[in-house]
Each structure stands twice: as C-alpha cells, then as structure tokens.
C-alpha cells in the first residue's frame, strides 16, 4: 500500500495550518528539521512540530536533518510526532536512539544521505520502522530526483525481504509524478513529495494521484 507524506518544506510557512490542511487524504505530514549544521539550511523546530500537532489530525513524520539526534530526536515523538527520523551519519548510537525513540511511542526511523551505502547497517534494521533513502542531496526543496539511487533502493528492499522485515522503504527527493513508478517499480512505499504536491492547483487531488501511479506501478512488484 502506498503511502504519501506531503512535505510543508514546500509549503507557505506563514500559513502552515491551512497548508496541513489543503493536503487533506495524505497518509502523514512530511516535516523537514534542519539546523544549518548536518544540511545548508535552517528550517523549523520543536515548537512549530508541537503548533502542527495541534493543527491537523494528519499524523507527522518528522525527518531530523540535524547533529546531535541522540540528543534531541527523542523531543520530537514526545512532541506528537508519528514518526520520527534521525540521519546515521550524525547519529552516535543509532540502536539506542531508535530504541528511544520507540519507547515514546513514535515509529523509528533512519535515513541515508545519496553516499551513504545501505550494507554496513544491514543488522540495524529489525530496530527500525522505516529507511528513508534520500533521493537528493540533503538541504533543500525542488531539487532533481537522483536516478543513480535506484539500485540501493532496490538493495535495501531485498535486504528487508531477506530479513522478513515489515518496514517502510520511503525515498524523499525529487519525487513527482515523473518518478514516483520508478521509485515504487524498485520497492519503496513511501513517497514525501513536496513540490509535486504543494505547487499544484489541488495539491488533495496531487496527492490522491500521486498515491494511484505508485499503486499501478508497485503491482507487478509486489513482494
């Protein structure tokens, strides 16, 4: 079952209730923390997550763009978010932050830059809900999706299946209607679309047809 994650990194910051609401049908809430450290660019924190929470019944999959997630990631599920996020490459005990994490109640979640290779975290896996393989370099909205990531999204897939995992394989980055099949084609089931979704006339409707090409193209795959 496909899911999709709007990303507000897209949206109007002045009006966010009303952007978490315009994507009404969307299976969670994308929302990109960035601290101007780990990505080249400062976004939003805690109490905005805490505000959002209160906002919208969407539950809020929160992606960690930060240094120091052992420190802080575990404020996040404790501030209302669904899932939370943290990068391994700034993670110091990433066993232990997901074991945290999961102990507040949210999803564990962990993400990979484009070249950070999938393999040495393969016995990490059984502590987590999701991988997220980025599609784009970390730090921005509207950038092009990056084909070469395709093959580890495909080894990470294989990787759970191996395992008899029940993970979520989520790519963020680039992801639009003109590459979503690829990414669904190759086994991943969460999709964070931003500009795709919030730079639409409908952006409910984008979601809702952004959710059926990646249905329609998992089929064949299904494992």
Same mark, same amino acid.
């Given at each position: 079952?496909?899911?999709?994650?709007?990303?507000?990194?897209?949206?109007?910051?002045?009006?966010?209730?009303?952007?978490?609401?315009?994507?009404?049908?969307?299976?969670?809430?994308?929302?990109?923390?960035?601290?101007?450290?780990?990505?080249?660019?400062?976004?939003?924190?805690?109490?905005?997550?805490?505000?959002?929470?209160?906002?919208?019944?969407?539950?809020?999959?929160?992606?960690?763009?930060?240094?120091?997630?052992?420190?802080?990631?575990?404020?996040?599920?404790?501030?209302?978010?669904?899932?939370?996020?943290?990068? +391994?490459?700034? /993670?110091?005990? &990433?066993?232990?932050?997901?074991?945290?994490? #999961?102990? @507040?109640?949210? $999803? !564990?979640?962990?993400?990979?830059?484009?070249?950070?290779?999938?393999?040495?975290?393969?016995?990490?896996?059984?502590?987590?809900?999701?991988?997220?393989?980025?599609?784009?370099?970390?730090?921005?909205?509207?950038?092009?999706?990056?084909?070469?990531?395709?093959?580890?999204?495909?080894?990470?897939?294989?990787?759970?299946?191996?395992?008899?995992?029940?993970?979520?394989?989520?790519?963020?980055?680039?992801?639009?209607?003109?590459?979503?099949?690829?990414?669904?084609?190759?086994?991943?089931?969460?999709?964070?679309?931003?500009?795709? +979704?919030?730079? /639409?006339?409908? &952006?409910?409707?984008?979601?809702?047809?952004? #959710?059926? @090409?990646?249905? $329609? !193209?998992?089929?064949?795959?299904?494992?």
């Amino acid at each position: 079952m496909a899911q999709i994650n709007p990303s507000i990194l897209s949206a109007d910051f002045a009006r966010l209730a009303e952007e978490a609401q315009a994507v009404d049908g969307a299976d969670w809430l994308h929302v990109d923390v960035m601290d101007n450290h780990f990505v080249p660019n400062l976004t939003l924190g805690l109490p905005v997550v805490e505000s959002l929470r209160k906002a919208t019944d969407t539950p809020l999959d929160c992606h960690l763009m930060i240094e120091q997630p052992d420190r802080w990631a575990p404020a996040y599920a404790e501030a209302g978010a669904g899932s939370v996020t943290f990068h +391994v490459e700034a /993670a110091a005990a &990433p066993v232990r932050l997901a074991r945290e994490i #999961r102990a @507040q109640g949210a $999803r !564990a979640s962990m993400a990979l830059r484009p070249a950070t290779p999938i393999e040495p975290y393969e016995d990490l896996l059984p502590e987590l809900d999701m991988l997220l393989i980025m599609t784009v370099e970390p730090g921005f909205g509207g950038q092009a999706f990056l084909d070469i990531m395709l093959p580890k999204i495909r080894r990470a897939r294989r990787m759970m299946d191996r395992h008899g995992l029940e993970m979520w394989l989520q790519v963020d980055g680039g992801v639009s209607a003109s590459t979503i099949e690829r990414c669904a084609e190759a086994g991943a089931d969460v999709f964070v679309a931003g500009s795709a +979704v919030y730079n /639409a006339d409908d &952006p409910a409707g984008a979601v809702a047809a952004l #959710r059926e @090409q990646a249905e $329609r !193209a998992a089929l064949p795959h299904r494992h």
